[in-house]
C-alpha cells in the first residue's frame, strides 16, 4: 500500500446547497410586528405609571415582549434557512428546526409557479415561508415537502438527478 493514498476510501457525497430566495413581503411582516412590539413596551409602563389600568399594562408589554422575541428568533431562523442536496437526500435547515429526508421517501415533485405561501413547521412538512415560487416535493405517504430556491429551474434540474419521475 502507497503512503500517498488515503486510509479512508470513503468519499464525502457531492452537494448542492440553495438558500430560499428573499421575500421582501415577509421581512416587512415581520419588521410591522416588531415596531407594534416596541410601541407595545412603553405604552404598557405609561398605563402602569399612571396608575390606569394594570392587569392591560402588564399584558401589553408582555405580548410585546413576546413579539420581539418571536419575531427576532424567525429573522435570525430565516437568515439560516438553506437545502442542501446530495445523493443520500435532502436536508432541510430552518434556525434550529431540521429535517433529513431519503430520496426513496419520495415519488415526484414539480414547480408551483406564482406566489406560494405555507405554515412554518407543521408536522410533516418543510417549513416554506417565501412568497414566490415553490418547488413541491412528493412523498409516498401523500405528504409533501415544500422549498422555495433562489433558482427553481437549477432546484428542478438537480431534483432530476435523485428522483427519477416524470414532473407533473
Known amino acids: 500500500m502507497s503512503s500517498n493514498q488515503p486510509q479512508n476510501n470513503q468519499e464525502k457525497p457531492e452537494k448542492f446547497i440553495d438558500r430560499p430566495s428573499p421575500s421582501i413581503l415577509l421581512v416587512i411582516l415581520i419588521c410591522l410586528v416588531m415596531i407594534?412590539?416596541?410601541?407595545?413596551?412603553?405604552?404598557?409602563?405609561?398605563?402602569?405609571?399612571?396608575?390606569?389600568?394594570?392587569?392591560?399594562?402588564?399584558?401589553?408589554?408582555?405580548?410585546?415582549?413576546?413579539?420581539?422575541?418571536?419575531?427576532?428568533l424567525t429573522l435570525v431562523a430565516l437568515s439560516q434557512t438553506r437545502?442542501?442536496?446530495n445523493q443520500i437526500g435532502v436536508d432541510i435547515r430552518f434556525g434550529i428546526w431540521h429535517r433529513f429526508f431519503a430520496w426513496e421517501e419520495f415519488n415526484g415533485?414539480?414547480?408551483?409557479?406564482?406566489?406560494?405561501?405555507?405554515?412554518?413547521?407543521?408536522?410533516?412538512?418543510?417549513?416554506?415561508?417565501r412568497l414566490n415560487?415553490?418547488?413541491?416535493?412528493?412523498?409516498?405517504?401523500?405528504?409533501?415537502?415544500?422549498?422555495?430556491?433562489?433558482?427553481?429551474?437549477?432546484?428542478?434540474?438537480?431534483l432530476a438527478e435523485f428522483i427519477p419521475v416524470v414532473k407533473s
Open 133 to 158: 415560487d415553490a418547488v413541491i416535493l412528493k412523498m409516498k405517504n401523500g405528504k409533501v415537502v415544500y422549498l422555495t430556491p433562489k433558482d427553481s429551474n437549477l432546484m428542478l434540474n438537480k
Open 83 to 85: 437545502y442542501s442536496l
Open 36 to 72: 407594534l412590539g416596541l410601541l407595545a413596551i412603553p405604552f404598557g409602563f405609561y398605563l402602569i405609571f399612571a396608575k390606569i389600568v394594570l392587569y392591560s399594562a402588564i399584558f401589553m408589554i408582555g405580548g410585546g415582549l413576546l413579539a420581539l422575541l418571536y419575531t427576532s
Open 109 to 129: 415533485y414539480h414547480l408551483h409557479k406564482g406566489f406560494f405561501g405555507n405554515k412554518i413547521s407543521s408536522p410533516g412538512v418543510s417549513p416554506c415561508v
